[in-house]
């Protein structure tokens, strides 16, 4: 959530910056408001003072009919003030509502444009031992393709042949948009979540396993909830199915002021994910890239707000990580202004090639929030002065579970149809090397 304040110094700013994401915002609105509740307020708390010297006059007075003059001239007013102040509170009930509609202000460096503009800042082949900044970033439009590999057969195709993925039962069990994996492909998931956790355990992250359920107000306080309700599945009993474990580890410290030497603070967790996105028809939405529910390891970091950059340059690397160390070879985005999240300053997109389908799968999103969440969620700490101020919270995925491993069989398939396994994972396979064909 933006400030009021800032709202009103930076109007101009802010409604640019809303268009250039494809966005509309409030902005007249809450001008319009504020304008109302200054000098509402201003009454409301005059009248407020004059009540409590009232009191007191009342109380000092000795004789009985001043104490009733007191009394009438009061009860004349009380009746003003009662509707001023039912006014205020419905001013600022509508206000805060309408700063939920606020996306946050993104960083200079974020192109501006739609999902085209995206642009490449980093790539690398982990198996020619090659990695590349690209110092002048490159539009996603202009970046060649890797050359085709003839023979390779996209996730879906090897999946249903090594026996690891069943299409059919998935759609009988919960309808379209679901899929089981069986065998060597459940194992495989298993083994990555585990490797992952591990990983980021070493990296410096406490991991956390949260709850899949949320109450209205950590939605509100990670900014899917008002706007994405329609993305998101809600219980019987008013809970949601979380769209990702971002939204109950942001909020482990909603409405805490965290003690001077708290900062910073890293977790890491793994949690199942629900999702009712829009998918259309057709090959590019084929095997289990999208669907209803997925799994996800997370990184979610709690910063001063001095050191939020430096940290968002190294949550990069720690889920750069895990794509080099799984030898999958891959790109670095940095968004444009339409493709952020409502509630991102900045972010990276890590996506890694599919050779079979010839595409790029994102595994990974990687945004600093500033402040934005932590006004939303109330994420404070005090500092070393004594006083308290917003922190800063940042996440990545590191990585999302189905592309991670559609990425997994399409880059290390063999000529025989089995698929070579990462040998970091190994050790959680009991050793095992390959996925065998069938038969």
Request: charged letters at 30%; a negative charge; proline letters at 5%.
């Given at each position: 959530?933006?400030?009021?304040?800032?709202?009103?110094?930076?109007?101009?700013?802010?409604?640019?910056?809303?268009?250039?994401?494809?966005?509309?915002?409030?902005?007249?609105?809450?001008?319009?408001?504020?304008?109302?509740?200054?000098?509402?307020?201003?009454?409301?708390?005059?009248?407020?003072?004059?009540?409590?010297?009232?009191?007191?006059?009342?109380?000092?007075?000795?004789?009985?009919?001043?104490?009733?003059?007191?009394?009438?001239?009061?009860?004349?007013?009380?009746?003003?003030?009662?509707?001023?102040?039912?006014?205020?509170?419905?001013?600022?009930?509508?206000?805060?509502?309408?700063?939920?509609?606020?996306?946050?202000?993104?960083?200079?460096?974020?192109?501006?444009?739609?999902?085209?503009?995206?642009?490449?800042?980093?790539?690398?082949?982990?198996?020619?031992?090659?990695?590349?900044?690209?110092?002048?970033?490159?539009?996603?439009?202009?970046?060649?393709n890797p050359e085709d590999e003839p023979g390779l057969k996209p996730h879906w195709e090897l999946g249903e042949a090594l026996g690891i993925i069943d299409f059919e039962r998935g759609v009988k069990l919960s309808g379209a948009n679901?899929?089981?994996?069986?065998?060597?492909?459940?194992?495989?998931?298993?083994?990555?979540?585990?490797?992952?956790?591990?990983?980021?355990?070493?990296?410096?992250?406490?991991?956390?396993?949260?709850?899949?359920?949320?109450?209205?107000?950590?939605?509100v306080g990670t900014s899917q909830l008002p706007k994405f309700a329609d993305t998101m599945f809600q219980t019987t009993d008013g809970r949601w199915l979380i769209p990702t474990s971002e939204v109950p580890v942001t909020n482990m410290y909603a409405g805490e002021i965290l003690e001077p030497g708290s900062l910073p603070i890293h977790h890491t967790a793994y949690s199942p994910c629900f999702r009712r996105?829009?998918?259309?028809?057709?090959?590019?939405?084929?095997?289990?890239?999208?669907?209803?529910?997925?799994?996800?390891?997370?990184?979610?970091?709690?910063?001063?707000?001095?050191?939020?950059?430096?940290?968002?340059?190294?949550?990069?690397?720690?889920?750069?990580?895990?794509?080099?160390?799984?030898?999958?070879?891959?790109?670095?985005?940095?968004?444009?202004?339409?493709?952020?999240?409502?509630?991102?300053?900045?972010?990276?997109?890590?996506?890694?090639?599919?050779?079979?389908?010839?595409?790029?799968?994102?595994?990974?999103?990687?945004?600093?929030?500033?402040?934005?969440?932590?006004?939303?969620?109330?994420?404070?700490?005090?500092?070393?002065?004594?006083?308290?101020?917003?922190?800063?919270?940042?996440?990545?995925?590191?990585?999302?579970?189905?592309?991670?491993?559609?990425?997994?069989?399409?880059?290390?398939?063999?000529?025989?149809?089995?698929?070579?396994?990462?040998?970091?994972?190994?050790?959680?396979?009991?050793?095992?090397?390959?996925?065998?064909?069938?038969?």
């Open positions: 959530m933006l400030p009021l304040q800032t709202v009103r110094e930076r109007a101009d700013e802010i409604r640019t910056a809303t268009a250039q994401r494809g966005a509309e915002a409030p902005i007249d609105r809450i001008l319009e408001l504020d304008g109302e509740r200054a000098p509402l307020l201003t009454e409301v708390e005059t009248m407020r003072a004059d009540r409590n010297r009232a009191g007191k006059a009342i109380g000092a007075a000795s004789d009985a009919d001043e104490r009733q003059r007191l009394i009438d001239e009061q009860r004349a007013v009380a009746g003003k003030l009662d509707d001023l102040e039912a006014r205020l509170a419905e001013i600022d009930a509508e206000l805060n509502e309408r700063l939920l509609e606020v996306p946050n202000l993104f960083h200079a460096d974020v192109p501006i444009g739609a999902e085209e503009a995206n642009v490449v800042v980093l790539h690398g082949d982990p198996a020619a031992g090659t990695e590349e900044r690209v110092d002048t970033p490159v539009p996603i439009t202009e970046w060649p679901f899929y089981l994996l069986t065998g060597d492909g459940a194992r495989l998931q298993r083994a990555l979540i585990a490797w992952m956790l591990d990983l980021h355990r070493e990296q410096g992250y406490s991991e956390v396993y949260p709850p899949a359920l949320v109450n209205e107000a950590a939605l996105e829009q998918f259309s028809a057709g090959s590019a939405v084929r095997g289990i890239k999208r669907g209803y529910q997925f799994d996800k390891v997370e990184m979610v970091r709690f910063e001063e707000p001095d050191h939020s950059w430096e940290a968002l340059d190294a949550l990069l690397e720690h889920a750069l990580e895990t794509v080099r160390t799984l030898g999958l070879r891959y790109r670095v985005l940095r968004l444009a202004s339409e493709d952020l999240t409502f509630a991102s300053a900045m972010t990276y997109d890590i996506e890694v090639w599919a050779p079979g389908a010839r595409e790029w799968l994102e595994v990974s999103s990687v945004s600093n929030f500033l402040d934005f969440q932590a006004r939303r969620a109330s994420l404070r700490y005090r500092t070393e002065d004594g006083s308290v101020a917003h922190l800063h919270t940042l996440n990545g995925s590191g990585l999302g579970m189905p592309r991670t491993v559609a990425a997994v069989l399409e880059q290390h398939q063999l000529e025989d149809g089995s698929v070579e396994l990462p040998k970091a994972l190994r050790p959680y396979l009991g050793g095992q090397a390959t996925i065998e064909a069938r038969g």
